[in-house]
């Protein structure tokens, strides 16, 4: 038996002077509700209720215990909300993970931004390039780019990273650049290890995809190392948008084969499970949805730079 569902019951036969009633208010039969009464006597020792054809009347030790339940209810009642009321506010520590380029680049003025929204709330950043266990770690919430594998994770999708090839003005100047994907195989290619098929770039254009086996001087898994080599006129890069948009604005890079690009990455924030999401990470998975719609990339703040929000 559940003890507390019978005090509750217990209470309310004692409150409504009825049994019948008790049992409706809690859609089970007078029968339960008298045999729940019934033990918690026998676990007393004592009789809590006098009943007789008109209902039921309170006991001396029955008014004691009476009493106590009320207390008792009450103090679980005012637990459940303080859970309750924390699950829904996005306060307390918030851990979240990304990768480093996109957690330094996107995730930063996007958490200032919402820690600005939410006073109470504390993050901790964790910036990590392999693979993180959610769960292992203590991970609240985490971005992820590229598609997800099946797991017991929960997910929201939340947009697309787009990919552009760019080069500095002096490689164009030495080298020309190339009018059609397939040109791109006579350059220098500095290649992202970790995406886009190493040596092979899938370029999309208005004709269709295009394969293209590339090669070239240079290659990493550091995002920041190929922006450098091509201001530094190495070679044609692979880079995401939001990390080629500083160097475009400023010139120091440029498009190429304006009207092409490279596959998207899907976005996605994960969580432990999708089921009882605390609040702060809805609150804040719902943030970021709001500010990965349309063309976001070309919005957010420049690297190094003192953050406002929009």
């Known amino acids: 038996m559940d003890r507390l569902h019978a005090m509750e019951v217990f209470v309310r036969v004692v409150e409504t002077g009825s049994f019948s009633q008790a049992a409706r208010e809690f859609n089970i039969t007078q029968s339960t509700a008298t045999k ?19 209902g039921a009347s309170l006991t001396e030790a029955g008014a004691l215990f009476y009493e106590k339940c009320k207390t008792i209810l009450r103090e679980v009642e005012e637990a459940d909300g303080i859970v309750q009321t924390r699950q829904a506010q996005a306060q307390g520590l918030l851990r979240v993970g990304s990768s480093v380029a996109f957690g330094r680049r996107v995730v930063v003025p996007l958490v200032l931004e919402f820690m600005r929204l ?12 392999r693979y993180t ?6 991970i609240d919430v985490a971005l992820r780019l590229g598609k997800l594998a099946d797991s017991s994770l929960g997910a929201r999708y939340l947009g697309t990273n787009p990919w552009l090839m760019v080069a500095s003005p002096g490689y164009v100047a030495a080298h020309g650049a ?24 899938r370029v999309q254009g208005p004709h269709g995809t295009a394969t293209v086996n590339v090669s070239g001087r240079m290659r990493s898994n550091n995002l920041s190392a ?3 080599a091509a201001r530094n006129d190495l070679g044609i890069a692979a880079l995401p948008w939001y990390v080629a948009s500083d160097s ?48 976001w990339w070309k919005s957010i703040p420049a690297a190094n730079s003192s953050y406002r929000p929009r």
């Open 226 to 228: 190929l922006v450098a």
């Open 133 to 138: 266990d959610l769960v292992a770690q203590g």
């Open 118 to 129: 939410h006073p109470q709330l504390q993050v901790d950043l964790v910036f990590e390039d």
């Open 178 to 201: 190339p009018h059609k994907p397939e040109e791109l195989s006579r350059h220098a290619a500095l290649v992202y290890s970790s995406v886009q098929g190493n040596d092979v770039w």
């Open 36 to 54: 729940q009464v019934a033990v918690l006597e026998e676990r007393l020792k004592a009789r809590l209720l006098n009943r007789n054809t008109r």
């Open 248 to 295: 475009l604005e400023t010139g120091a890079l440029q498009p190429v084969l304006p009207g092409h690009s490279l596959p998207e990455q899907e976005i996605h924030a994960v969580f432990p499970s999708p089921k009882l999401v605390p609040g702060k990470v809805q609150a804040f998975v719902a943030f970021l949805a709001g500010r990965f719609e349309g063309e």
